[in-house]
């Protein structure tokens, strides 16, 4: 196996995630009992329009209100300024007003809707430029905190709210500068500045309100967007946690349910021949051994699919891929399985750590491969001292070369090459599935490679043509160096307990 490595997207479980391919192919599938179980609000990365409280915007305004009253009878009062002071307090009293009204007849820790907080939004940006209007236009500096509302939407609400404020801030600003009332100076002379400066402040002003409202909704989008994925991971890993220990419970029952069976079998089976002269009696003792064969019976079917007792917990790195690929083996590709060690590695195969998180990552990868190969999927594993390598390969199209460093964004949206169909049961298309197997495998201390087969210089991976990932862990991250494993056991540990 060569160890050559392209210009690759790649993550590194050090830090940030940079750039991540969506899965094999053109996308991760998910499966089914993931995502379809979260409500599809919590899957929306914009779903944050009702995320302020009456109460954040009320104190807010109230700020805004003490603000404005301290620098109105500062301006008037200290430094003599002349502005319109009636007026002034009236637009400053009307805002009061509202904001007690609102108090009074909706609950403060109520959620507004969406256009509930526009029309808070509109009022506040409306009274502002009240206020400018009043007393010099842009020639009042306070005029830059008409970018302040328009920031605010961008946090809160969708995108066409949010462009609808900021063209009203725009025209509102625009109107400032032509039509005001002037301050007036101590001397009686009026407040004025160059068109210049003044046509220089507007295209300030405006430019402001569309960077920073778009910086503020780019930022609060993505932060969203991480934290619901993060849900969604979390919830995967939960779901898979459950089923191993599920399953564990299952394998810890077989094996420690035995013994006392075949005791009670033994035991039945002997009554059975000393009660041969009463032959009431002699059937229930041979009942009582035939259920109690039934039992270990079913017991040893149910353990068949509970991996996680004590005894493998460190299972051959073969067999943990073949766990990984078992739901997908039986889809019509020809699922290919490959270790050998590399120079420098223990011919035997190590013993890796049989953790739910990865069985989940690699199987949510090779789930992909298998929807986008044409005929065969390749699972291959690798080993020296020092690293351990699994890599993910199939011959179907491989990663469109335009999404390559950037579909492992959660909830990116893109055009697949392919239409969901039957071969590919729970796709999703919302790039959840690879940031979910991505994370997994990372906190696994794996570091991820993703290409395709025609960036590799060896000969059959260039030869398959598809989509390639490779994942990479330090040996010590996953494989049982020390072979702990094959020292005694002891008892199976109790899930309420374990850490």
Not at 276 to 297: G, M, N, P, V, Y
Not at 340 to 354: F, H, I, N, T, W
Not at 389 to 415: C, E, Q, T
Request: net charge negative; glycine share 8%; hydrophobic share 50%.
């Amino acid at each position: 196996m060569d160890d050559e490595k392209p210009h690759l997207a790649k993550t590194d479980p050090a830090g940030p995630a940079t750039a991540v391919s969506g899965g094999l192919a053109c996308g991760i599938a998910i499966e089914s009992g993931d995502i379809k179980r979260i409500p599809p609000r919590l899957l929306d990365p914009e779903a944050h329009c009702e995320w302020v409280r009456l109460r954040t915007l009320m104190l807010l305004r109230w700020l805004s209100i003490a603000g404005q009253l301290v620098v109105i009878l500062a301006a008037h009062f200290l430094l003599g300024l002349g502005i319109s002071l009636e007026l002034s307090l009236l637009v400053v009293a009307v805002s009061a007003l509202v904001n007690l009204g609102a108090g009074l007849i909706f609950s403060p820790n109520a959620r507004l809707p969406e256009y509930g907080t526009l029309a808070f939004l509109v009022f506040d940006l409306l009274q502002l430029a009240a206020l400018l209007g009043l007393n010099g236009g842009l020639t009042n500096p306070f005029a830059l905190l008409m970018l302040a509302p328009v920031v605010v939407a961008a946090t809160a609400l969708h995108l066409a709210p949010t462009l609808f404020l900021g063209a009203l801030a725009i025209l509102a600003t625009i109107f400032l500068r032509y039509v005001h009332l002037p301050v007036m100076l101590p001397d009686g002379s009026p407040l004025l500045l160059p068109d210049l400066f003044l046509d220089g402040f507007l295209a300030a002003i405006v430019i402001g309100i569309v960077f920073t409202g778009a910086y503020a909704r780019r930022v609060t989008v993505e932060a969203h967007a991480m934290g619901q994925a993060l849900l969604a991971a979390q919830l995967a890993l939960a779901r898979e946690q459950m089923l191993s220990d599920l399953a564990g419970v299952v394998a810890a029952t077989a094996h420690e349910l035995g013994t006392p069976l075949a005791t009670i079998k033994l035991v039945s089976s002997e009554l059975a021949e000393e009660l041969a002269d009463r032959k009431e009696l002699r059937e229930d003792a041979e009942l009582i051994a035939q259920q109690a064969e039934r039992c270990r019976d079913i017991l040893h079917s149910m353990g068949k699919a509970g991996k996680a007792d004590l005894m493998i917990r460190h299972v051959p790195l073969e067999e943990l891929l073949r766990q990984a690929a078992e739901p997908h083996a039986e889809r019509g590709k020809e699922v290919i399985f490959d270790v050998a060690p590399l120079p420098g590695g223990e011919k035997r195969q190590p013993l890796v750590r049989r953790d739910p998180q990865i069985i989940h990552g690699l199987r949510n990868f090779i789930q992909n491969a298998v929807d986008f190969a044409r005929s065969t999927v390749w699972v291959e594993g690798y080993w020296d001292d020092k690293v351990l390598r699994v890599r993910i390969s199939d011959d179907g199209p491989g990663y469109p070369a335009d999404v390559l460093g950037r579909i492992g964004d959660p909830f990116m949206s893109y055009a697949p090459a392919y239409k969901a169909d039957d071969t590919r049961p729970g796709y999703e298309g919302m790039g959840l599935g690879i940031f979910i197997a991505k994370n997994l495998l990372e906190r696994s201390g794996a570091t991820l490679v993703f290409a395709n087969g025609r960036d590799f210089d060896d000969g059959h991976h260039r030869k398959r043509g598809g989509a390639v990932i490779e994942i990479t862990w330090p040996l010590e991250a996953i494989v049982d160096v020390e072979n702990a494993s094959r020292a005694p056991l002891g008892e199976n540990i109790n899930l309420r307990t374990e850490t």
